[in-house]
């Protein structure tokens, strides 16, 4: 039974190490889709009318912002970290 397990492990490290990888490649095509993601939605909320954009509306977009920046600052201090 030890054996067995011991090479499913194995086999899913393998897995987890390949799925890493490619990750950290994609890293900067992930950056560019959040950043548009959110160049689109401040595009939608801008061009609402003025007495259109509720508060709860503009919190969404400022909380997606707020979130969004947070993300990037973490991958710009994690590149400058481990490089």
Do not use: D, K
Request: with cysteine; net charge positive.
């Amino acid at each position: 039974m030890l054996p067995q397990v011991l090479v499913g492990l194995g086999a899913l490290s393998l897995l987890s190490a390949g799925c890493l990888f490619w990750l950290e490649r994609l890293q900067p095509v992930f950056a560019v889709l959040a950043v548009g993601a959110l160049a689109y939605q401040g595009w939608l909320v801008w061009r609402r009318p003025h007495e259109r954009r509720s508060r709860r509306l503009m919190a969404i977009f400022w909380t997606s912002v707020g979130i969004n920046a947070l993300v990037l600052v973490t991958l710009i201090t994690l590149w400058f970290r481990y490089r």
